[in-house]
């Protein structure tokens, strides 16, 4: 049984800064391609960021406010997120893989964690 979870989310300030972490477990020895996406109420599942063969890659929102690192441990991940803006607002879930065959996509990911809510208000 593979698990995703994620944590770290919150209520900031535009202009704030939120870290969001994320561990996949269940199969030992298994590695994952592993990724941020976000929904906003009323909106389709957004791409935010994931690792493409050792590069990382951004949604176009947020590209240049938001990193996404590997953790210490296998199978985990961290998105720093700076210069939060409102728009920003939404549930932000983890995914992961063993081999995503389009890493932007949502549909190419297998297993998901409950998401997180981040939340951008003054």
């Known amino acids: 049984q593979v698990q995703v979870v994620e944590s770290g989310g919150g209520l900031v300030r535009p202009g704030d800064s939120l870290r969001l972490s994320c561990a996949v477990s269940?199969?030992?020895?298994?590695?994952?391609?592993m990724a941020w996406f976000r929904q906003a109420p009323g909106k389709e599942r957004e791409f935010v960021a994931a690792?493409?063969?050792?590069?990382?890659r951004y949604g176009p929102s947020v590209k240049g406010r938001f990193t996404i690192s590997r953790g210490d441990a296998i199978n985990t991940v961290h998105l720093q997120m700076n210069s939060l803006r409102p728009e920003d607002t939404a549930v932000y879930y983890c995914?992961?893989?063993?081999?995503?065959?389009?890493?932007?996509?949502?549909?190419?990911?297998?297993?998901w964690g409950q998401g997180t809510q981040v939340t951008v208000s003054s």
């Open positions: 995914a992961a893989d063993e081999r995503p065959y389009e890493y932007y996509s949502h549909n190419s990911y297998d297993f």
């Open positions: 269940g199969r030992t020895g298994s590695r994952y391609f």
């Open positions: 690792f493409n063969w050792g590069v990382d």
